[in-house]
């Protein structure tokens, strides 16, 4: 196998007495898709939330490249926007238009022009299908569009790894096929992607592996057919048969 | 008895009262765009900077905010003098009213800035901002409009206390009111003309503010 793009070496974090994860490894190549699943409170979110640094774990090494991060480094994959994530609540910036939220990382972090910029944005937000809102701000689109802003602000940075920490469950139930459909077109083109999620279907349609996570651990990381068809483990059975 | 109103001694003074007002003026609005351009690192540093920094900023404003502003004139007027420092009563008091109005702006942007949504700190750092970028682009802009109205009106506070820096003989409106008030002996008339003067100062700056809320917020977003 290429060295991994992601890779998690004996990660564990904390918090208070709350053991959130446990010594997790994992890999993730190149254009991989992997779908990361559990109950609440398992350490899916945790899991991505330590990869870009907006959670410290305590103990073991994150590698992008095979390098460690080190979130301190003027390059490191972070600060460089080379690991882009979206987020359950979208955090657009409501003071922003459409554009400028897709334009200020790049032009600020990056040093695009702001033509450049700018043009480069208008592509990607026609690829999640709302180029003609990108005059607006935020808080006059709807759920579902605003989350493809998101995306398609990540993707403006041209990661190489694109995080997700459930991006469809703060949705109403008519608007997260649309955003799932940006996923799949998104997974089809080769994205690296870590995807939390509770959309089994999604899960079944893109992924190369899916993770089960409970407790911090991860307890079993299977193909979607084997996943569902003939879980090993246990507390993977109890949980595909809540949800499923 | 019936008492006679006559404004006449202060029409003659008027030109004296105008200027008194320019100075009001003037004073106040130096005092808020110091205060802000003060408090906004400050209240960053408050909230992100070191804790010796952060316990300094602390108790600089319970200071201020638990002690008379009358007094705290004095302090500044003398304890200047004392440190060899000569400055015109008016520079004492523009001294002395931002040191005050700094202190409560300080605790006004702090609300804000803790009142913006974390998730919009965490997606400018999954975007590559630094954090300098991610306070000035992001979240003193956001922060800056949830607090506008309470920092209008504490702006509108430190117009109206600026009447107390009267009491080291500045030119302001209510130092020339009292001088008008004890050669004419119309002390009555002489205040309600200022009382009315103060009042229509406050309903300026109101429409300024309100203007200047439109132009910041307002002009580039549709209904």
């Not at chain 1, 041209?158 to 649309?178: G, W």
């Not at chain 2, 008492?3 to 105008?18: P, T």
């Not at chain 2, 008339?189 to 300026?204: K, Q």
Request: proline share 4%; aromatic share 10%.
């Amino acid at each position: 196998m290429d060295t991994p793009v992601l890779e998690m070496r004996q990660v564990a974090k904390r918090f208070g007495a709350f053991q959130a994860l446990a010594n997790v490894d994992l890999k993730v190549g190149r254009g991989e898709r992997v779908i990361v699943c559990g109950p609440s409170g398992s350490g899916k979110s945790t899991l991505i939330r330590c990869i870009v640094g907006l959670e410290q774990h305590e103990h073991g090494t994150i590698l992008f490249d095979g390098a460690p991060i080190d979130l301190r480094s003027r390059t490191s994959p972070i600060r460089s926007g080379q690991i882009g994530m979206v987020f359950q609540q979208f955090n657009l910036f409501p003071h922003l238009t459409v554009l400028q939220n897709c334009t200020i990382a790049p032009i600020k972090v990056r040093g695009s022009t702001r033509a450049e910029a700018e043009r480069k944005a208008r592509d990607l937000l026609a690829r999640v299908g709302i180029e003609d809102q990108a005059d607006k701000f935020p808080g006059q689109l709807s759920g579902g569009q605003q989350q493809r802003v998101a995306i398609a602000r990540a993707l403006c940075m041209q990661p190489r790894a694109l995080l997700f920490d459930e991006p469809t469950s703060a949705l109403d139930p008519e608007m997260v096929q649309e955003v799932l459909n940006v996923m799949v077109s998104l997974a089809r083109d080769g994205m690296t992607m870590i995807c939390v999620t509770h959309e089994m279907g999604f899960a079944r349609e893109v992924a190369d592996r899916i993770v089960f996570m409970d407790r911090g651990e991860i307890v079993e990381v299977a193909p979607p057919a084997a996943f569902f068809a003939a879980p090993k483990n246990e507390r993977t059975r109890a949980f595909l048969s809540r949800i499923l | 008895m019936t008492y006679e109103f006559y404004f006449g001694d202060i029409w003659k003074a008027r030109w004296l009262l105008l200027d008194g007002t320019l100075t009001t003026l003037r004073l106040s609005a130096l005092c808020m765009v110091l205060s802000l351009a003060l408090a906004v690192p400050a209240a960053v540093a408050r909230i992100a900077g070191p804790g010796w920094l952060r316990g300094t900023i602390y108790a600089y404003v319970e200071y201020v905010r638990n002690t008379p502003f009358l007094v705290q004139i004095f302090l500044v007027y003398f304890g200047l003098g004392m440190a060899g420092i000569r400055l015109n009563p008016n520079g004492a008091a523009l001294i002395a009213m931002t040191a005050n109005g700094a202190a409560y702006t300080i605790e006004i942007v702090r609300a804000g800035i803790v009142g913006v949504d974390r998730g919009q700190w965490e997606a400018g750092r999954v975007l590559g901002l630094s954090p300098v970028q991610i306070y000035s682009s992001i979240v003193l802009p956001q922060a800056l409009k949830i607090i506008y109205w309470p920092l209008a009106s504490q702006f509108i506070l430190i117009m109206l206390a600026s009447s107390a820096v009267s009491v080291i003989a500045t030119t302001e409106l209510s130092s020339i009111t009292y001088d008008i008030s004890t050669q004419t002996f119309r002390a009555f008339e002489a205040y309600l003309v200022t009382t009315g003067i103060y009042f229509a100062l406050s309903v300026a700056f109101s429409a300024v503010f309100s203007l200047i809320f439109w132009a910041l917020f307002m002009r580039r977003r549709p209904a």
